[in-house]
């Protein structure tokens, strides 16, 4: 089976999660998030690692550099060559896309697609209500939204631009919204096999396997 490079995008509530598990067990690839890598750098004890840790640990915040080399050191690690990846939470910013889009091209494997699931602000905002967690004021949501709305437009844009972005209505219940991101990863597989930028057709996994 080919590997696929994916990034999943959405608003907290929209599902993203949900449907990142079932991407991975679709299309075989590693699903990676910044709090994973950050978490087996330091685990591992690489030099990468032992200077996130002294940030973290400091209460400071890890820098782009940072995270960009760690992520660069994650994507060259055997499992990831060898399946692919589902990027969560990376990159954040289009300097962080740019540093991605930089150590792909050197590595010959381009990114397939970024995937936007995209549920209005009310409805994330209803469920991440009903869940009734104690953070989970309406105040709260709609602070942590307009944050995330303020720092992801400009990567969207970026995506965008670089004609890898595909936004997908999250607004239907589960099935539905996987067929539609599974409809919209398959388009681009397929057009990226016939330009020739693919060594071949990603098949996806059958259920169980």
């Given at each position: 089976?080919?590997?696929?490079?994916?990034?999943?995008?959405?608003?907290?509530?929209?599902?993203?999660?949900?449907?990142?598990?079932?991407?991975?067990?679709?299309?075989?690839?590693?699903?990676?998030?910044?709090?994973?890598?950050?978490?087996?750098?330091?685990a591992?004890?690489?030099?990468?690692?032992l200077?996130?840790?002294?940030?973290?640990?400091?209460?400071?915040l890890?820098?782009?550099?940072?995270?960009?080399?760690?992520?660069?050191?994650?994507?060259?690690?055997?499992?990831?060559?060898?399946?692919?990846?589902?990027?969560?939470?990376?990159?954040?910013?289009?300097?962080?896309?740019?540093?991605?889009?930089?150590?792909?091209a050197?590595?010959?494997?381009?990114?397939?697609?970024?995937?936007?699931?995209?549920?209005?602000?009310?409805?994330?905002?209803?469920?991440?209500?009903?869940?009734?967690?104690?953070d989970?004021?309406?105040?709260?949501?709609?602070?942590?939204?307009?944050?995330?709305?303020?720092?992801?437009?400009?990567?969207?844009?970026?995506?965008?631009?670089?004609?890898l972005?595909?936004?997908?209505?999250?607004?239907?219940?589960?099935?539905?919204?996987?067929?539609?991101?599974?409809?919209?990863?398959?388009?681009?597989?397929?057009?990226?096999?016939a330009?020739?930028?693919?060594?071949?057709?990603?098949?996806r996994?059958?259920?169980?396997?």
């Amino acid at each position: 089976m080919t590997s696929v490079r994916l990034v999943i995008l959405g608003r907290q509530g929209s599902g993203k999660g949900t449907q990142a598990g079932r991407l991975v067990e679709a299309y075989g690839p590693v699903h990676i998030s910044t709090g994973d890598m950050l978490r087996a750098a330091v685990a591992a004890g690489t030099e990468l690692g032992l200077q996130a840790k002294a940030l973290m640990d400091a209460g400071d915040l890890v820098g782009d550099d940072l995270i960009n080399s760690i992520v660069a050191e994650r994507l060259v690690e055997g499992d990831v060559v060898e399946r692919g990846f589902l990027l969560d939470g990376y990159p954040r910013t289009p300097d962080q896309a740019t540093a991605l889009e930089g150590f792909l091209a050197e590595a010959g494997t381009p990114l397939d697609v970024a995937v936007n699931l995209d549920v209005p602000v009310d409805e994330v905002t209803a469920r991440m209500v009903a869940r009734g967690r104690a953070d989970d004021t309406e105040e709260g949501i709609r602070r942590r939204l307009d944050l995330y709305e303020s720092e992801t437009a400009p990567l969207l844009a970026w995506f965008a631009e670089h004609d890898l972005l595909d936004v997908v209505d999250g607004l239907a219940d589960e099935e539905t919204v996987f067929d539609r991101l599974t409809s919209v990863i398959d388009g681009r597989l397929r057009v990226g096999d016939a330009r020739g930028t693919r060594s071949g057709m990603p098949v996806r996994c059958a259920p169980g396997a």
